[in-house]
C-alpha cells in the first residue's frame, strides 16, 4: 500500500526498527493528555502481553510527514492519518482513511496484531487496549469487536439499522460492526488491503463499509471484547440527513458487493466474548419525542413522490396510517421499519432516484423510529432494553426472504 503521508525519511527509520509485534494506531490524542497519555497506556499494557517484547504506537499529529521517537519497547510514530472532513471530524470516510494508513503501516513494520482506537480519549483506558488486542496477539483471533456500555439513547442509528442488518446479512451476531475501535491480526490487516485496493480501482472514492463483513466472508475468526463506556462527540453542525447518507451509503454498496455471499445465508450465530460488562452510563437529557413525530408526518406529507421511487404502496399506505397516529400511540412495528430499510437498500441498488437524495430522504423516517423505540422504552431497564432489540434484529433476519427476493426478481416480486 502507498503510504503518501509519511515522509522517507520516517519510512526509513520505521524499516530500521526490524519488525514489531503490536501496532496500536490512536486517531484521536488530543483530549486526556494526548500523545503522552496514549503512550503512557500502552506502556502499562504491555508487560502482560507474554509475547508482545516490542509495538510502535502510531499517533495523528496532523502534520504532514512523519517523525518516529524510536526507544523500547515503545516506538511512537507521529504522522498525519487522514484528511480532515469538512462535514464531520468522524465521518466513514475520514476514518477508514486512517484505518488505511495504520494497516499499511503494521504491515510494512511486520506486526502480528494492531489495535485501532477512534474513540475519544478521554474515556479510553489501558484495559481498552488490552482486552481489544489481546485475542488478536495471543489467542488466535483476526476480529475483536468493541461491545460498548451504553445507555438506551446511544448508538440508535447501529441499534437499528447497522447492527440487527448485519446480522441478518452475513448471520454473526456483531453489536458493533462498524467498530469504531478494533483488534486485528496481521492475517485480517492483509486481507482488508487487498480488498480496498481491489475496490479503489473499481471505485476510488468509496470507502468500505465495514471490517466485519470482510473478516466473516473470508471466514476469520471473531471475536467481542467489553471495553466500556464510549464517547464521541458528533462536530458541531453535523447534521442527521448527512450522517445518514454517509454511513448508509458504503453500507448499500458492500451488499451490492456481496450480495452472492449474504444471499446463502441464513439465521444467525453468536461469537465469543471476552471481558466483564460494565454498567451502562446514566442517561443524559431527554429525548425530543415530539419534534422527531412532526418530523416524520412532515416526510410522509411532502416525501410521498420519492419514496414512491423505493417503497412498494403497502409499505407507503403503512406509513400514511402511522402518520395520523396520536403522539402517544405512536408505535412503528418492527416489520414495517425492516422493510422501509430494506426497501431502501433496494433503492439505492437500483439508482431509483439519486442515491444521495434517497439517502437523506430516509431522515424522517429514522426519526420516526426513535420516536417509536423512544415511547415504548421510556421506563424501561437495560434488560428490556436488549430484551427488545434482540426482537428487533430477528425481525431483520425473518424479513430478509423479502429482501432476497426483490433483490433477484425486483420486477416480479412487489408486494
Same mark, same amino acid.
Given at each position: 500500500?502507498?503510504?503518501?503521508?509519511?515522509?522517507?525519511?520516517?519510512?526509513?527509520?520505521?524499516?530500521?526498527?526490524?519488525?514489531?509485534?503490536?501496532?496500536?494506531?490512536?486517531?484521536?490524542?488530543?483530549?486526556?493528555?494526548?500523545?503522552?497519555?496514549?503512550?503512557?497506556?500502552?506502556?502499562?499494557?504491555?508487560?502482560?502481553?507474554?509475547?508482545?517484547?516490542?509495538?510502535v504506537?502510531?499517533?495523528?499529529d496532523?502534520?504532514?510527514?512523519?517523525?518516529?521517537?524510536?526507544?523500547?519497547?515503545?516506538?511512537?510514530?507521529?504522522?498525519?492519518?487522514?484528511?480532515?472532513?469538512?462535514?464531520?471530524?468522524?465521518?466513514?470516510?475520514? %476514518?477508514?482513511?486512517?484505518?488505511?494508513?495504520? #494497516? +499499511? !503501516? &503494521? *504491515?510494512?513494520?511486520g506486526? @502480528?496484531?494492531?489495535?485501532?482506537? $477512534?474513540?475519544?480519549?478521554r474515556?479510553?483506558?489501558?484495559?481498552?487496549?488490552?482486552?481489544?488486542?489481546?485475542?488478536?496477539?495471543?489467542?488466535?483471533?483476526?476480529?475483536?469487536?468493541?461491545?460498548?456500555?451504553?445507555?438506551?439513547?446511544?448508538?440508535?442509528?447501529?441499534?437499528?439499522?447497522?447492527?440487527?442488518?448485519?446480522?441478518?446479512?452475513?448471520?454473526?451476531? %456483531?453489536?458493533?460492526?462498524?467498530?469504531?475501535? #478494533? +483488534? !486485528? &491480526? *496481521?492475517?485480517?490487516?492483509? @486481507?482488508?488491503?487487498?480488498?480496498? $485496493?481491489?475496490?479503489?480501482?473499481?471505485?476510488?472514492?468509496?470507502?468500505?463499509?465495514?471490517?466485519?463483513?470482510?473478516?466473516?466472508?473470508?471466514?476469520?475468526?471473531?471475536?467481542?471484547?467489553?471495553?466500556?463506556?464510549?464517547?464521541?462527540?458528533?462536530?458541531?453542525?453535523?447534521?442527521?440527513?448527512?450522517?445518514?447518507?454517509?454511513?448508509?451509503?458504503?453500507?448499500?454498496?458492500?451488499?451490492?458487493?456481496?450480495?452472492?455471499?449474504?444471499?446463502?445465508?441464513?439465521?444467525?450465530?453468536?461469537?465469543?466474548?471476552?471481558?466483564?460488562?460494565?454498567?451502562?452510563?446514566?442517561?443524559?437529557?431527554?429525548?425530543?419525542?415530539?419534534?422527531?413525530?412532526?418530523?416524520?408526518?412532515?416526510?410522509?406529507?411532502n416525501?410521498?413522490?420519492?419514496?414512491?421511487?423505493?417503497?412498494?404502496?403497502?409499505?407507503?399506505?403503512?406509513?400514511?396510517?402511522?402518520?395520523?397516529?396520536?403522539?402517544?400511540?405512536?408505535?412503528?412495528?418492527?416489520?414495517?421499519?425492516?422493510?422501509?430499510?430494506?426497501?431502501?437498500?433496494?433503492?439505492?441498488?437500483?439508482?431509483?432516484?439519486?442515491?444521495d437524495?434517497?439517502?437523506?430522504?430516509?431522515?424522517?423516517?429514522?426519526?420516526?423510529?426513535?420516536?417509536?423505540?423512544?415511547?415504548?422504552?421510556?421506563?424501561?431497564?437495560?434488560a428490556?432494553?436488549?430484551?427488545?432489540?434482540?426482537?428487533?434484529?430477528?425481525?431483520?433476519?425473518?424479513?430478509?426472504?423479502?429482501?432476497?427476493?426483490?433483490?433477484?426478481?425486483p420486477?416480479?416480486?412487489?408486494?
Open positions: 500500500m502507498e503510504l503518501e503521508s509519511i515522509s522517507q525519511p520516517a519510512l526509513e527509520q520505521i524499516d530500521r526498527l526490524q519488525g514489531a509485534d503490536l501496532v496500536v494506531g490512536v486517531l484521536d490524542a488530543d483530549g486526556n493528555g494526548g500523545p503522552a497519555a496514549s503512550a503512557a497506556m500502552v506502556r502499562e499494557v504491555l508487560p502482560k502481553f507474554s509475547d508482545a517484547a516490542r509495538a504506537l502510531i499517533v495523528d496532523g502534520a504532514p510527514g512523519a517523525r518516529l521517537d524510536d526507544q523500547q519497547p515503545l516506538s511512537v510514530l507521529y504522522c498525519k492519518l487522514s484528511e480532515p472532513n469538512v462535514t464531520t471530524e468522524a465521518s466513514p470516510q475520514t %476514518i477508514f482513511e486512517a484505518y488505511q494508513t495504520i #494497516f +499499511g !503501516l &503494521s *504491515g510494512r513494520i506486526a @502480528r496484531a494492531c489495535g485501532v482506537i $477512534a474513540s475519544d480519549l474515556t479510553v483506558t489501558p484495559e481498552w487496549i488490552d482486552r481489544l488486542v489481546r485475542p488478536a496477539l495471543e489467542m488466535g483471533f483476526d476480529l475483536v469487536a468493541p461491545l460498548y456500555a451504553r445507555h438506551k439513547w446511544e448508538g440508535l442509528l447501529n441499534r437499528s439499522v447497522l447492527s440487527p442488518l448485519s446480522r441478518a446479512l452475513y448471520g454473526k451476531r %456483531i453489536e458493533n460492526p462498524m467498530g469504531p475501535d #478494533f +483488534g !486485528l &491480526s *496481521g492475517k485480517l490487516m492483509r @486481507r482488508i488491503l487487498d480488498d480496498y $485496493a481491489d475496490l479503489r480501482r473499481g471505485s476510488p472514492r468509496q470507502p468500505l463499509a465495514s471490517l466485519a463483513s470482510i473478516a466473516i466472508q473470508g471466514n476469520f475468526q471473531i471475536c467481542q471484547a467489553h471495553v466500556g463506556a464510549r464517547t464521541h462527540p458528533l462536530a458541531e453542525g453535523t447534521d442527521v440527513s448527512s450522517l445518514l447518507a454517509q454511513v448508509l451509503g458504503p453500507v448499500f454498496v458492500d451488499m451490492d458487493r456481496h450480495a452472492a455471499v449474504w444471499q446463502r445465508v441464513r439465521g444467525s450465530q453468536p461469537v465469543p466474548d471476552f471481558g466483564e460488562p460494565e454498567p451502562p452510563p446514566a442517561e443524559t437529557g431527554a429525548v425530543d419525542v415530539r419534534r422527531m413525530i412532526d418530523s416524520f408526518k412532515l416526510g410522509a406529507a416525501l410521498q413522490d420519492v419514496w414512491s421511487q423505493v417503497l412498494p404502496p403497502t409499505t407507503l399506505f403503512e406509513i400514511r396510517k402511522l402518520s395520523r397516529q396520536p403522539p402517544d400511540q405512536f408505535r412503528m412495528p418492527d416489520s414495517l421499519w425492516v422493510w422501509i430499510v430494506y426497501d431502501f437498500a433496494l433503492g439505492h441498488r437500483f439508482r431509483a432516484i439519486n442515491r437524495h434517497l439517502l437523506r430522504s430516509f431522515t424522517p423516517l429514522y426519526l420516526g423510529w426513535i420516536a417509536s423505540y423512544a415511547l415504548e422504552m421510556e421506563n424501561a431497564d437495560s428490556a432494553v436488549e430484551a427488545r432489540l434482540e426482537r428487533l434484529a430477528r425481525a431483520y433476519e425473518t424479513g430478509k426472504p423479502y429482501l432476497v427476493s426483490r433483490w433477484r426478481w420486477d416480479r416480486f412487489n408486494p
